[in-house]
């Protein structure tokens, strides 16, 4: 629990700190809570007014997210960055892997694409080029702030992978800085996990404390468990933080697989390269719903009133799969019962009439048919678009003079017939069919506009997604930080 009395400074004060500051959440597995600890930690010490920034050297995600100067990282380390109040900066994720199948997959290093590799390509580009990467970024961020919330990544004790293991044991030991081990005791095994981590993990003398999380019911139950968990391993637990019902936007696909409610009306299009899937956060956050739809259950589109083409790594895979399980063919009845249907980037491209790559830098072939549902035409070429924009919605069917940020992650440039969906610096993006019902685009984050919403839904939507969001940043650090004794974290951060 935080003491205020003695960790509080004043607004103008200046907190001095000496040396390298870093702490490390580390996790027993995959889904553990680290990433959302890490934010909660972050926020909970810029309420101290100690400068966090948060770090994750290497991960694996298709959420990612364009930020100041054309750089791309995890919208994981977006969320910590906002939870800590700091301008996200690509230093956070030094090394973003997005998998893009058949064993490869894109490497992002320092907010620039790398091109894709091979498995065995990356696995060597982060055993002989990524240390100094993550050492350099790991600097930067301690010279901007006060101390730095490096997240870990999956198990600290995957002992198939030491040799590529740069996000767990490796950060915490390049200054010899101190660790803290989540357990997901909802998962069950919490105490035996522990252990197993602490006896596998590579650098077990930089552990320091361990947290248990999700806990659901009298955690009193867990007091001899606790007192023997320290006897053994030598470490403090600090906390047991308790099950708490709340949503945030999610690091990878899995944290997708919890927001279908039955019955809903969006239907999501879930094809084998999916990204982005941050681009369903306004439904997904506000309680809405979605559902996600793939060859399980096809005929959930006949019943829907919405659906969505999100983006997609591979254009040509996924218009293959749609037409292997007759989704294609749902997604024009919807269109010609007038229902919605909005294509964002690679969906955008799959909306129109043809995808042209002479060069071959995505597709097998040089062109393929697109749906046919707009009028537009995508020509790709070696150069990836990454950048923000402010867009507002602007056409004969839904206006705002409201502009809202976004951004567009891509390769290709589609040319269109149809009249611009939205306006980009005066100038048109997107489109809108005659009908009004098929839209596309290529910013991602247009259904965080409420006006945008509102059409999609037909019915108004008043909620803000950042205010919601800041809201359930708010209420996880709060339980948090009532649930945990960070005071040997701040005494090691004031030392």
Partial sequence: MLNQKNYLWSDNAQVQLKGRKIVQVIGTSSDSGKST???ALCRALSDLNIRAYPFKS???SLNSISVNGEYEISRSQWLQAIGARVQPVPEMNPILIKPEGRMKSQIISLG?????MSYYEYGRFLSERAKPIIRESLDK????GDVVIAEGAGSAAEINLYERDLANDFVSGIYNTPMILVSDIERGGAFSSIYG?????????LLRWIVINKMRGDKSLLGDGIRKIEEMTGKKLIGVVPYLDFTLPGEDSLDYEKSKLQGTRVCVVRYPYMENYSDVDPFYISGIGINMID?????????????????????????????????????????????????????????????????????????????????????YGEKKT?????????????????????????????????????LIEGQGEGSISAGGNIIGTNIHGVLEHPTVLSYILSMKQNFDFMDLVEENIKMFTKNFTQNTDLSEILEYIHE
Avoid: W
């Avoid at 961020?141 to 901007?144: D, P």
């Avoid at 981590?197 to 003398?205: C, E, G, I, S």
């Avoid at 997604?331 to 249907?341: N, P, R, T, V």
């Avoid at 502009?403 to 149809?418: L, S």
């Fill in 37 to 39: 600890i890490t934010m």
């Fill in 58 to 60: 290497v991960n694996m």
């Fill in 112 to 116: 620039k694409s790398l091109g894709k």
């Fill in 141 to 144: 961020l301690l010279e901007l």
């Fill in 197 to 205: 981590v602490v006896k596998l993990m590579q650098r077990p003398d």
């Fill in 295 to 379: 060859q399980r259950n096809v005929n959930d589109l006949k019943e829907c009133d919405v659906v969505i083409l999100p983006g997609s790594k591979n254009v040509e895979a996924d218009l293959r799969y749609m037409r292997e399980t007759g989704i294609d063919r749902l997604i024009l009845d919807a269109s010609s019962e007038g229902k919605k249907i909005l294509g964002i980037c690679g969906g955008y491209q799959m909306l129109g009439k043809e995808i042209v790559d002479k060069s071959g830098v995505e597709l097998k072939n040089t062109n393929i048919r697109g749906l046919g549902l707009l009028d537009c035409k995508t020509l």
């Fill in 386 to 422: 990454v950048r923000n924009v402010n867009y507002r919605p602007q056409n004969d069917f839904f206006k705002s003079e409201k502009g809202m940020n976004g951004y567009e992650i891509h390769y290709g440039q589609v040319t269109t017939k149809e009249y611009p969906a939205f």
